[in-house]
């Protein structure tokens, strides 16, 4: 199973990207999917889940409002649709697949992982 993620890049505070992840070797319509993220010194962290339906959503605090999960089961990809980045979203962006129907926001259930994509934020 590969997940390849792509969308990232240098952009201005206020600015908009949207990371797509795809999967290939698997179906995601097995599979919650996440998108965490990771900055320089700091955890790893989710930042949004969805479920296998695409029902039911989370989202960290810190992203309410102005990320958005998405997926699209036919073309077997997730996307996360980033708006009013602010320069502390500055990280790795990961997608990560779950099996089962419910998201989770247990890293630990997550078994599949891209390689990230680098999203940069200036002021």
């Known amino acids: 199973v590969q997940l390849q993620a792509s969308g990232g890049g240098l952009v201005q505070a206020g600015g908009s990207l949207r990371l797509s992840c795809a999967a290939s070797g698997r179906t995601l319509t097995s599979d919650s999917m996440g998108w965490f993220r990771q900055a320089p010194g700091k955890e790893r962290e989710l930042v949004a889940a969805?479920?296998?339906?695409?029902?039911?959503?989370y989202y960290a605090d810190s992203v309410k409002g102005r990320l958005t999960i998405s997926r699209d089961n036919a073309k077997n990809t997730v996307y996360l649709q980033m708006n009013n980045l602010k320069p502390e979203d500055t990280a790795v962006y990961f997608c990560a697949a779950a099996p089962g129907s419910g998201y989770t926001t247990d890293p630990l259930r997550y078994d599949y992982w891209g390689q990230g994509t680098l999203v940069t934020v200036s002021s």
């Open positions: 969805v479920s296998r339906s695409g029902g039911f959503l």
